[in-house]
């Protein structure tokens, strides 16, 4: 079932999900299945699962470094396949510009058809860790907006090279990402909004946001789509914050602000178990406030250990 219709048929209840990120290549899924039975009793309707961009790995032979590409966690649609298998959970896999060709991406969309996947995030993805600035790859798409576009042709029926006939449309539903304190790139909030809006044109049908530790930068968020003519479902995304690094690394790496009364908090605890208490005690009172307010679900950035997320849902649903 699509997300859009799990929203609907809540009737306003908020619904929980969460998302998992596939384990390193070489690594059993069984790692991963640890972590989703503890949060299966909350019944989310679907399940997230993140896509990896390729990065670069240096073997030495010789005394020389010889440089091959590789990704580190793939398998995001099989891992997609194996979860609704077993959990009898709808999942949504992550699909991305990066790393991509056109034709990649439209034969994994037709994996997806073929597993009954009728979701879909539609992502840019970042830039390479050797690079400053996002480039496509030659035949892939610069921004998410061409592949929201290029899965609403699929779902005509429209494949990449027209002379092929299909007698069979593929029917996702597609999510993309916003960026309650704008997308790291963007030169305002305005303009990441009007950016958000081509995509939800090109046929986007509901928005999960970047993480956020102030719920106020949500609401006023949800306004201002609202403003721009953005009108549906904008889900937030709640992380809660596991380690004192991440005091650091959150801002750096999202460019997010942290609440000073969440910053003194963290800088009180004597070491990261006590962090990860602070984080979800900070991740339950922003889910109560968010829940109160009617957002349609709460959706969780797992990070791989799902014992905060559990006891976060645990006081929620
Ligand atoms: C919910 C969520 C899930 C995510 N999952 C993953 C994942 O699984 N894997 C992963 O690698 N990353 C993931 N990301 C991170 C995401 O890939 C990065 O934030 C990336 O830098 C931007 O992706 P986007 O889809 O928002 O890009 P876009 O919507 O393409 O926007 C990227 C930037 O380009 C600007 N822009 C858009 N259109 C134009 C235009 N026509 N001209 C000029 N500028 C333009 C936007 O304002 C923005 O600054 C996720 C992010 C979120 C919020």
């Not at 997308?183 to 995509?199: F, Q």
Request: hydrophobic residues 35%.
């Amino acid at each position: 079932m699509k997300v859009t219709d799990h929203i609907k048929n809540a009737n306003g209840k908020t619904l929980f999900s969460f998302e998992i990120i596939p384990p390193k290549k070489g690594n059993s899924i069984q790692q991963l299945y640890n972590n989703i039975d503890p949060l299966m009793e909350f019944n989310p309707p679907f399940i997230d699962v993140t896509t990896s961009r390729e990065e670069y790995l240096y073997i030495e032979k010789d005394g020389l470094l010889d440089r091959k590409i590789t990704r580190m966690r793939p398998g995001t649609v099989g891992i997609c396949a194996a979860i609704s298998h077993k959990y009898n959970v709808d999942t949504v896999p992550h699909v991305l510009c990066g790393g991509f060709t056109k034709e990649e991406t439209e034969y994994l969309l037709v994996d997806c058809h073929y597993l009954g996947i009728h979701n879909v995030m539609a992502l840019r993805g970042d830039a390479m860790k050797h690079e400053q600035y996002f480039k496509a790859c030659d035949g892939g798409h610069q921004f998410a907006k061409e592949l929201v576009g290029q899965i609403q042709n699929l779902n005509k029926g429209q494949y990449l090279h027209d002379v092929i006939e299909a007698d069979g449309k593929s029917d996702f539903c597609i999510g993309v990402a916003g960026y309650p304190e704008k997308h790291l790139e963007a030169p305002s909030l305005k303009t990441d909004l009007k950016r958000l809006k081509e995509k939800i044109d090109a046929g986007a049908d509901y928005v999960v946001t970047q993480m956020f530790f102030d719920n106020q930068k949500y609401f006023e968020f949800v306004e201002a789509a609202k403003a721009e003519g953005i009108n549906v479902p904008i889900i937030p995304g709640i992380k809660p914050l596991a380690v004192k690094r991440h005091l650091q690394l959150l801002p750096q790496v999202f460019k997010i602000d942290l609440p000073e009364d969440l910053i003194d908090a963290v800088e009180t605890c004597k070491n990261n178990q006590q962090v990860r208490q602070v984080g979800v005690e900070w991740a339950i009172q922003q889910s109560k406030e968010l829940q109160a307010a009617g957002v349609p679900v709460l959706h969780y950035y797992s990070m791989g250990k799902s014992d905060n997320v559990k006891a976060i849902a645990s006081e929620l649903f």
